[in-house]
């Protein structure tokens, strides 16, 4: 389904052959992720914002991407909002199995073939449960949106497509604690968007939201609380959020 939106757009890919940007036309790209903490039953990493986002996207006639690791995928809690994402005709693939950390900050690989293999086998009994087969997720993100060539051929020799959200944006930076120094609230993170937008325009954006409840943020300083306004302030500025297929056509 990739291709197909290829045929439209200048995909640009990282090199790690990753999509990182869909153009250069004022089109947007919205890609939500999940994850679920099982020692912590959910309470830290979780996929609680998944019916919010859902409702907001319904209502702006936005079509979004989702990719929740297959650990989310399995929580019973979430088996209608899955079902949901389908039946609303969003893309939904994953995000790995377990959250693999690929590689580490100097770029030096951490897991073997065989453990992204079995993670992904894992993760594909999660979306196949759901009805969808190989040619429904083929696109998926990898875990922590970072990888190196090696860990990405992993992937790529097992069929799969990479995307990742643009780099630059703060939208993915909401697990930032209120505590820390590199604390990144809503309103930071929404102002660096808008003049990112400014700097740079938005053009072909993968545009990155959490559909997650960080314990340690108020609703109001949850981004995907922000997401309507956000979508609305976007399409006054002539962009358009694209889609780039549905899992179940
Ligand atoms: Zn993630």
Redesign the pocket.
């Given at each position: 389904m990739l291709l197909a939106l290829s045929a439209t757009a200048q995909l640009e890919q990282d090199s790690c052959g990753v999509v990182c940007r869909i153009g250069t036309e004022k089109q947007i790209l919205l890609v939500i992720?999940g994850?679920y903490s099982v020692d912590d039953n959910g309470y830290t990493e979780n996929f609680d914002g998944v019916e919010k986002v859902l409702d907001v996207l319904k209502d702006k006639g936005v079509k979004g991407h989702f990719f929740p690791?297959g650990i989310a995928l399995a929580q019973p809690k979430y088996e209608g909002s899955i079902r949901r994402i389908i039946a609303d005709g969003h893309y939904l693939s994953g995000?790995s199995y377990g959250?693999l950390l690929l590689c580490d900050t100097n770029g030096r690989t951490l897991v073997t073939r065989d453990s992204v293999v079995n993670d992904l086998r894992l993760m594909e009994a999660q979306l196949e449960r759901f009805g969808l087969a190989k040619t429904d997720y083929c696109i998926m993100?990898p875990?922590?949106?970072t990888c190196n060539s090696e860990t990405a051929g992993f992937y790529q020799d097992e069929g799969y497509e990479l995307i990742t959200p643009t780099w630059g944006l703060l939208t993915g930076q909401d697990w930032t604690r209120p505590e820390s120094t590199h604390y990144y609230s809503a309103d930071v993170i929404e102002k660096q968007l808008w003049q990112y937008e400014r700097d740079h325009t938005l053009n072909g954006v993968i545009l990155l939201i959490h559909a997650m409840d960080y314990p340690w943020r108020q609703p109001d300083d949850r981004p995907y609380n922000r997401l309507g306004e956000i979508i609305d302030k976007a399409r006054s500025l002539g962009y358009e959020f694209v889609g780039m297929g549905t899992s179940k056509q």
């Open positions: 992720t994850h690791t995000h959250h993100m875990p922590y949106e």
